[in-house]
């Protein structure tokens, strides 16, 4: 299958800061990515639909100016939490779709820690 | 509205017994992809199968088998003589594409395995 590299895969901040998470297709261009919300023993939430070359799409409840999200490339995507609070600390998980296949297919995640 | 339904949160089995994860899914689309992916405690989820509404047809690869039934909106997953590695979280998931849509997930089901 192809691969997806999501990095960092574990980040602890203070409150205030902010925080970028990269997501890149290592095998394959990628014009839609989208990014993940999971807490503890739960399941996956769409936060977002990034493509290439325009502005993502967010979905209903995810603010946009809190979660940043650049697919300025093929094969990367950035989501950046700013100014990120003890509430926003959860696994942020991305997906990239295969052009052949049509698949999504999924980053390690990144597990936010906000102090 | 879709939304896929994973009734059964835990389940724990020994070593080299069957075990069927079940997948009851709602959706209003005639057209519809249905996905199973495992997520390992290593937190990235791996693309087990993908099946278009067309097509009924039962699949098996390996140890892994797969039972779709329109009928009863269900499909359901079965790994025969389970094995410690299959320990994970499986999530079953409905999308109106084949994949550069968004994927609606249901809740996961955490699989035990024991030697």
């Known amino acids: 299958g192809a691969v997806v590299s999501q990095h960092p895969s574990r980040v602890i901040c203070k409150s205030g800061t902010s925080v970028k998470i990269e997501c890149r297709s290592l095998?394959?261009?990628?014009?839609?990515m989208f990014w993940y919300r999971q807490f503890p023993k739960q399941s996956l939430m769409l936060m977002a639909t990034?493509?290439?070359?325009?502005?993502?799409?967010?979905e209903q409840g995810v603010e946009k100016d809190k979660f940043l999200i650049n697919h300025a490339s093929l094969t990367l995507s950035t989501l950046t939490v700013t100014s990120a609070h003890p509430e926003d600390s959860s696994f942020y998980i991305c997906?990239?779709?295969?052009?052949?296949?049509?698949?999504?297919?999924f980053g390690a995640g990144t597990r936010l820690s906000v102090l | 509205a879709q939304k896929v339904t994973q009734a059964q949160t835990e389940i724990s089995v020994v070593e080299k017994e069957d075990v069927t994860l079940d997948c009851v899914y709602e959706?209003?689309?005639?057209?519809?992809?249905l996905f199973w992916y495992k997520q390992p405690p290593s937190g990235e989820l791996v693309f087990l199968i993908r099946?278009?509404?067309?097509?009924?047809q039962n699949e098996i690869s390996g140890r892994y088998s797969w039972n779709f039934q329109k009928s009863t909106s269900s499909f359901n997953f079965t790994i025969t003589a389970s094995q410690v590695v299959d320990s994970a979280v499986y999530f079953c998931?409905?999308?109106?594409?084949?994949?550069?849509?968004?994927?609606?997930f249901g809740t996961g089901t955490r699989l035990q395995v024991f030697p």
């Open positions: 997906s990239a779709v295969t052009g052949r296949e049509n698949i999504q297919y």
């Open positions: 095998d394959f261009q990628a014009t839609t």
């Open positions: 990034s493509n290439e070359g325009s502005k993502a799409t967010y």
């Open positions: 959706t209003r689309d005639t057209t519809y992809y």
């Open positions: 099946r278009n509404s067309f097509d009924e």
């Open positions: 998931a409905l999308s109106e594409s084949l994949g550069a849509d968004k994927l609606i």
